[in-house]
């Protein structure tokens, strides 16, 4: 887990999946944040009580006129590829 976090400060990703990186900050020594073009975020770090890593992803839909259950439906389908994404580069 720390040696993944530590390979992705020493070369960020300049994709992950479709999806174009556009920013990655270190936050802490093991803590790192890629911004994406697709107003996608996501947050690596280790856990601090297992042996794993830990991605938090977020996904901004522009404000809904009407259908906000689509927004959502939207961002949960690119969350979904962008898991897959993570998963295959992280593993």
């Not at 556009?22 to 996501?42: F, K, T």
Request: proline share 8%.
């Amino acid at each position: 887990r720390d040696a993944t976090v530590a390979r992705l400060v020493a070369a960020p990703p300049t994709h992950i999946g479709s999806a174009t990186v556009e920013h990655v900050e270190l936050l802490a020594p093991d803590v790192l944040r890629v911004e994406l073009g697709d107003g996608v975020r996501v947050i690596v770090r280790p856990s601090g009580t297992e042996p794993k890593l830990k991605c938090y992803c977020e996904a901004v839909e522009p404000a809904p006129d009407a259908d906000a259950a689509a927004a959502r439906g939207r961002a949960t389908e690119r969350l979904s590829a962008l898991r897959t994404a993570l998963e295959a580069m992280l593993s």
